[in-house]
């Protein structure tokens, strides 16, 4: 049987569950590793800075901001532009 892409392809709602499981967990324990430089930290040990229009958060060896998050109106945007991985540990 020779599957065509088009037909495994799902939309975003396939992995809402998956999502939902994945952002309940404990991020303050999750290493980040800096796109820019390689380092890897825990979410914990990075440099926060909250007096902006939103959370910037930044590689604590390389200043790359790593995270942007804002929050309003009920809703969240989450960039992860210089973030490589999240690796996300259940406990």
């Given at each position: 049987?020779?599957?065509?892409?088009?037909?495994?392809?799902?939309?975003?709602?396939a992995?809402?569950?998956?999502?939902?499981?994945?952002?309940?967990?404990?991020?303050?324990?999750?290493?980040?590793?800096?796109?820019?430089?390689?380092?890897?930290?825990?979410?914990?040990?990075?440099?926060?800075?909250?007096?902006?229009?939103?959370?910037?958060?930044?590689?604590?060896?390389?200043?790359?901001?790593?995270?942007?998050?804002?929050?309003?109106?009920?809703?969240?945007?989450?960039?992860?532009?210089?973030?490589?991985?999240?690796?996300?540990?259940?406990?």
């Open positions: 049987m020779n599957m065509r892409m088009a037909d495994m392809t799902l939309d975003g709602n992995i809402g569950g998956l999502l939902r499981e994945i952002f309940t967990m404990e991020v303050t324990n999750a290493e980040a590793t800096c796109a820019g430089c390689g380092a890897v930290n825990a979410v914990g040990r990075v440099e926060v800075y909250v007096h902006a229009p939103g959370t910037v958060v930044r590689c604590p060896a390389c200043q790359q901001v790593l995270m942007r998050i804002v929050r309003g109106e009920g809703r969240y945007w989450l960039d992860l532009t210089g973030t490589r991985t999240l690796e996300l540990v259940e406990t």
